[in-house]
T-cell receptor, first 113, second 117 residues
């Protein structure tokens, strides 16, 4: 019940295309869903996050879509660029208590120039 | 403020040796977390501090692991009698408790990569 399932494991997209990464969770106590971007040799960096009271959040080229009833959320990267090539992790947390994150297994994105 | 700092960046040790890692969080952050990340996997929660109090420990944290956060500032993670299975990236993160903290999420350090040979 603590797992967050992420797919696909890897993704190749042409420059200018849309990258879509999906995550699913089971624990209904989760109420915070961040996405992190990680480059090799670096720690994860917060990209965008959503609370379950909204169904979509957009920041620049990055959009989170959230489906509370299906317990799924996804990251859309519009106009993907080679500089977006990185590993992306979804996570889920309950903001009551310790606020620890449960991470997905990651998606390695490669954007072709 | 330069973010979350971790030291060392890399550590190679022989099996059976003890190692200690240090994390310096963002100064005003009262929450501090340690995570472990193995190759091709997402980070896994190890332990959480609120100020100097260690409030949660994962079952992943065996008796060989100990963490401290004296005076609620920097934190150390010690692994005794290292095993090859301890080889991983050890990540530290900090955050500020409060109504705005959720929107800002954690800030992670760049991690300490441990290799046990």
């Amino acid at each position: 019940q603590q797992q967050v399932k992420q797919s696909p494991q890897s993704l190749i997209v042409q420059k200018g295309g849309i990258s879509i990464i999906n995550c699913a969770y089971e624990n209904t106590a989760f109420d915070y869903f961040p996405w992190y971007q990680q480059f090799p040799g670096k720690g994860p960096a917060l990209l965008i996050a959503i609370r379950p009271d909204v169904s979509e959040k957009k920041e620049g080229r990055f959009t989170i879509s959230f489906n509370k009833s299906a317990k799924q959320f996804s990251l859309h990267i519009m106009d993907s660029q080679p500089g977006d090539s990185a590993t992306y992790f979804c996570a889920a947390a309950s903001t009551s208590g310790t606020y620890k994150y449960i991470f997905g297994t990651g998606t390695r994105l490669k954007v072709l120039a | 403020d330069t973010g979350v700092s971790q030291d060392p960046r890399h550590k190679i040790t022989k099996r059976g040796q003890n190692v200690t890692f240090r994390c310096d969080p963002i100064s005003e952050h009262n929450r501090l977390y340690w995570y472990r990340q193995t190759l091709g996997q997402g980070p896994e929660f190890l332990t959480y501090f609120q100020n100097e109090a260690q409030l949660e420990k994962s079952r992943l944290l065996s008796d060989r692991f100990s963490a401290e956060r004296p005076k609620g500032s920097f934190s150390t993670l010690e692994i005794q009698r290292t095993e090859q299975g301890d080889s991983a990236m050890y990540l530290c993160a900090s955050s500020l408790e409060g109504p705005l903290s959720v929107s800002r999420g954690y800030t992670f350090g760049s991690g300490t990569r441990l290799t046990v040979v």
